[in-house]
């Protein structure tokens, strides 16, 4: 099992930097799946944790000029790695002007992702940095575990509203309630809405949009034959939709949210070469 990877590419270091930002802000672990084209941060939390599920998917290609692995074994060319968020993020702030980092697998007294930065010297001789982060390696029996959580039949998809909007809504309603309803249709309409004893506030939103799901893949969702004005509608942790939003870095050029009523809401965001999938269940 072998891995190494380079960055020298000033932009893609930083890109790689902020991606990883954002996940470090959603998960205080996860997991790393290295494969030979892509690389995967995967949270599956169990429902006792509030079961929130988050799927990241990079093309190594757009980010590392170098990238080498071998994996466990020729038919199950893969890596999975534990690893902590923060660890890997912290390592990275290190390297906002490096002149390349090197990103290797590790074992010495025990697995590490050993991060060299290559620092920029007046003298010719250059300062590395080095960060060995302790990763724990996922044996191939559990790797059925972290699978892509499959696209809940949804009864409503719709875009989302300028994040750094809706941030500003959910931080103002976290202040007055634990939980937040948000509820759209398929008339590219929806709703933040808060309700306590003592306060009931909504906010609303108008011509999102709805994606083509439907018509673009088959793919069928309960969305079909619905009617247009009904809304679907979730209540949720606010503090898993707050630390969604507050944690991103990545501008995405594309967000929206799936409702499966009562049962879940699953958020994506796109840019052209990361996919963020969020899936916070409803609460009771």
Not at 5 to 13: E, F, P
Not at 43 to 59: I, P, Q, R, T, Y
Not at 207 to 229: H, I, K, T, V, Y
Request: charged share 25%; glycine share 4%; hydrophobic share 40%.
């Amino acid at each position: 099992m072998r891995f190494r990877a380079k960055i020298v590419d000033l932009a893609c270091l930083n890109h790689f930097s902020r991606v990883i930002n954002t996940i470090a802000k959603l998960a205080k672990t996860c997991t790393l799946r290295l494969t030979v084209s892509k690389l995967y941060f995967i949270l599956s939390d169990k429902v006792a944790n509030g079961g929130v599920s988050m799927w990241c998917e990079l093309c190594q290609g757009n980010f590392f000029d170098e990238f080498q692995m071998e994996g466990v074994a020729a038919e199950h060319n893969e890596i999975y790695l534990e690893l902590v968020p923060e660890n890997l993020s912290r390592a990275l702030k290190t390297a906002q002007s490096a002149k390349a980092v090197k990103i290797k697998l590790t074992n010495k007294h025990c697995p590490c992702l050993r991060v060299a930065v290559e620092l920029p010297s007046l003298s010719s001789s250059s300062r590395i940095v080095t960060h060995d982060i302790p990763v724990g390696v996922i044996p191939r029996r559990l790797w059925n575990d972290f699978r892509e959580p499959s696209v809940p039949d949804f009864d409503v998809s719709i875009y989302l509203p300028v994040l750094k909007t809706m941030k500003s809504v959910v931080e103002r309603m976290k202040n007055l309630s634990n939980s937040i309803v948000i509820e759209a249709n398929l008339r590219g309409e929806m709703n933040l809405k808060i309700e306590t004893d003592l306060v009931s506030v909504t906010t609303h939103f108008k011509d999102l949009g709805n994606p083509p799901w439907a018509s673009e893949d088959g793919c069928q969702s309960s969305a079909q034959g619905r009617d247009m004005e009904r809304m679907a509608e979730a209540r949720i942790d606010i503090k898993k939709v707050q630390q969604l939003l507050a944690g991103q870095q990545v501008n995405p050029t594309k967000a929206l949210c799936n409702i499966v009523s009562k049962r879940i809401v699953h958020f994506i965001l796109l840019h052209e070469d990361v996919s963020l999938q969020y899936f916070i269940p409803a609460l009771a």
